[in-house]
T-cell receptor, first 114, second 113 residues
Framework: DAKTTQPTSMDCAEGRAANLPCNHS???????VYWYRQIHSQGPQYIIH???NNETNEMASLIITEDRKSSTLILPHATLRDTAVYYC???????????????FGKGTKLSVIP | EAQVTQNPRYLITVTGKKLTVTCSQN?????MSWYRQDPGLGLRQIYY???????DKGDVPEGYKVSRKEKRNFPLILESPSPNQTSLYFC????????????FGQGTRLTVV
């Protein structure tokens, strides 16, 4: 799987948009970009994923650059409960074992400030 | 409600005493896996299972066993726990197909003394 690079930490004011960047310059054509977050020591929680197009759901938006070498997770109105470690993961598609596996890096620790 | 359930949530045991951490999912998922999380090392995969009776090693399988006799259950077995297996453990499951999400359990904090 392609390697990802994320900033170690970020701060965001409560109520503002949080923009979390991720570089995945070696991503290949059949690899998806996934985002998970882990609040304190709870189990990681799925947020969103995408292949080429931008995606939006009730939690967040995912913007993937046209060359697919980087992406940004956007939390439109960050709250204190969004304080967590956010993981950007590149994961191959298909139905083989690799398509299920998630390789977690260090992630970005997002602190939402009141 | 779709969920992955791990038990126990907390466990303190002594070196060498066999233990099992259970994991159960109610989503009929084919794929299940175990991770451990340690400070500075992040989440690392221990074992995974593609389906019933199909298991394989992850990145850090030493000292662990798993079994998958039923689709919903994927227990993690420590035959002879050692202090270096003190960690936070997570079970996860996901279904088949492109772009499926993984669901994680709440975690089991294990201390081996």
């Amino acid at each position: 799987d392609a390697k990802t690079t994320q900033p170690t930490s970020m701060d965001c004011a409560e109520g503002r948009a949080a923009n979390l960047p991720c570089n995945h310059s070696t991503i290949s054509g059949n690899e998806y970009v996934y985002w998970y977050r882990q609040i304190h020591s709870q189990g990681p929680q799925y947020i969103i994923h995408g292949l080429k197009n931008n995606e939006t759901n009730e939690m967040a938006s995912l913007i993937i650059t046209e060359d697919r070498k980087s992406s940004t997770l956007i939390l439109p109105h960050a709250t204190l409960r969004d304080t967590a470690v956010y993981y950007c993961i590149v994961r191959v598609g298909g139905s083989g074992a690799g398509s299920y596996q998630l390789t977690f890096g260090k992630g970005t620790k997002l602190s939402v400030i009141p | 409600e779709a969920q992955v359930t791990q038990n126990p949530r907390y466990l303190i045991t002594v070196t060498g005493k066999k233990l099992t951490v259970t994991c159960s999912q109610n989503m009929n998922h084919e794929y299940m896996s175990w991770y451990r999380q340690d400070p500075g090392l992040g989440l690392r995969q221990i074992y995974y299972s593609m389906n019933v009776e199909v298991t394989d090693k992850g990145d850090v399988p030493e000292g662990y066993k798993v079994s998958r006799k039923e689709k919903r259950n994927f227990p993690l077995i420590l035959e002879s726990p050692s202090p270096n297996q003190t960690s936070l453990y997570f079970c996860a499951s996901s279904g088949r197909g492109r772009g499926t999400e993984a669901f994680f359990g709440q975690g089991t904090r294990l201390t081996v003394v």
